[in-house]
Nanobody
Framework: EVQLQAFGGGSVQPGGSLRLSCAASGFTLESYTITWFRQGPGKEREWISCIPTDDERPYYADSVKGRFTLSRDNAKNTVFLQMNSLKNEDTAVYLC?????????????????WGQGTLVTVSS
């Protein structure tokens, strides 16, 4: 079955780091752009980052630029989201989605496929 799931969430203190994984089964992630979204409690879904299928530099929302980094491990069929200098406002459910190219759209239904997401809680 074709699946796309985000893993690696947890509870961290402000200023800490966490690495999330977007793992695919049933298809090859290398063939798709991967976009990360998040939705905090009482907030709208937010587009935060996208990594293209080629070797171009990933794109980041202003809210995470300089703190989050996307990378691929094609051998593991996985895309990683390295999250540094975490803030309380980063608390959200994070999920990844596949697409043909980076569009920057926050509308999840426009993407090819997405997973259930993983919860990140930043608090002291």
């Amino acid at each position: 079955e074709v699946q796309l799931q985000a893993f690696g969430g947890g509870s961290v203190q402000p200023g800490g780091s966490l690495r999330l994984s977007c793992a695919a089964s049933g298809f090859t992630l290398e063939s798709y752009t991967i976009t990360w979204f998040r939705q905090g409690p009482g907030k709208e879904r937010e587009w935060i980052s996208c990594i293209p299928t080629d070797d171009e530099r990933p794109y980041y929302a202003d809210s995470v630029k300089g703190r989050f980094t996307l990378s691929r491990d094609n051998a593991k069929n996985t895309v990683f989201l390295q999250m540094n200098s975490l803030k309380n406002e980063d608390t959200a459910v994070y999920l990844c989605a596949s697409d043909r190219r980076c569009t920057g759209s926050p509308t999840l239904e426009l993407y090819i496929q997405w997973g259930q997401g993983t919860l990140v809680t930043v608090s002291s």
